[in-house]
């Protein structure tokens, strides 16, 4: 049997190739990790020809990644998403009800602060970081938040949602004790009568995905507007977020 692809081609020309990427593998090379699949060795066989890396996504976070297929390309865009020339907007699901309906976090930041490679508040020593986050829905004792940042620091949303108290869920590296663990239905639904012992859970990756991406390509053109649909297993979180009747706004994560 032909083995699945970790990813979709969302848009392709003689310059760029955007993909949706599944969760899980990572973009490049892991300096602590080099035998695990990665997306760039895979495009470089799939097209045969030289794959240049523009902008990253971590591991665990599904969504739209853009790669440059030429030099000339590469150097451009590398510009743009260095000045912020390119908006990226993200879909997180979280622990809490956040008390906000819009809010934005500018702690400074600096990677690889500890012994677990983590991403680490630095007041004093860290890179300016800025992130807008919007409240979509809330069900139980989860939301759904839009993530515009407005700088590209290493895991910047997921440590920004943390310090706001509402970590991504199934985040072992920057959740609460208990936010590693899986997402079921029994704890969105009241009244949830199913069995507990056969119970699937309906997320248990990284709620953590790249859905929208504007940028300045072709050179002197009004720019690209790119969408990724969201992955089948936080669809599913999301719509059952919305059965039990949480809502904030009728518009839907994807669309924003």
Known sequence: MKQKLPFTIIYEDTHITAVNKAAGIAVSGDRWDESRER?????????????????RLDRDTSGLIVFARDEDTHRHLSKAFESREAAKTYCAVVHGRPAWTETDCDLALAPDGDKLHRTIIDKSHGKKSLTYFRLILSAGSYSVVEARPASGRTHQIRVHL?????????????????????????????????????????????????GKLTLPYPPGSAGLSLEAPLPRDMAALIKQMEKVGGSLTKTNPEDR
């Open 39 to 55: 997306l760039d060795k895979l495009l470089g066989s799939f097209y045969a020809g030289p794959i240049f890396i523009v902008h």
């Open 162 to 210: 943390a310090s706001l108290g509402h970590p991504v869920v199934c985040d072992p590296l920057y959740g609460t004790r208990n936010s590693p663990k899986p997402v079921y239905l029994s704890a969105i639904k009241k009244g949830w009568r199913g069995d507990p012992q056969e119970e699937k859970p309906l997320l248990e990756r990284l709620g953590l995905h790249a």
